[in-house]
């Protein structure tokens, strides 16, 4: 059973970097699969997805983010992470970690319980 947990701060200042980490237990992140995700849902609205990272370690990124995001990898503690820069108000969401077979989807096999993340002064 693949199970994932997000963690990183609850409170993020406008202006700075936004970091999440998702530490994935049940299956490796480098298994072909699985892709892994990251997806967020703001307040009032629906699921987004941001990006995601493959087994191989290819990224895919939303069109409308890929500015100000990167995914990363670490293989040796089976985690992944999300960075997004310059955070506004606007990217008050609750994020999710995720893995499904697909790259760009908002209904993964399977998610992590979620993470608030708040971007106030």
């Known amino acids: 059973q693949v199970q994932l947990q997000e963690s990183g701060p609850g409170l993020v200042k406008p202006s700075q970097t936004l970091s999440l980490t998702c530490t994935v237990s049940?299956?490796?992140?480098?298994?072909?699969?699985?892709?892994w995700s990251w997806i967020r849902q703001p307040p009032g609205k629906g699921l987004e997805w941001m990006g995601t990272i493959t087994g191989s370690g290819i990224t895919y990124y939303s069109s409308s983010l890929r500015r100000r995001m990167s995914i990363s990898r670490d293989t040796s503690k089976n985690q992944f992470t999300l960075q997004l820069s310059s955070v506004t108000p606007e990217d008050t969401a609750v994020y999710y970690c995720?893995?499904?077979?697909?790259?760009?989807?908002?209904?993964?096999?399977?998610r992590g319980q979620g993470t608030q993340v708040t971007v106030s002064s």
């Open positions: 049940g299956d490796s992140i480098t298994t072909n699969h699985y892709c």
């Open positions: 995720a893995g499904d077979l697909s790259v760009a989807t908002t209904t993964p096999k399977h």
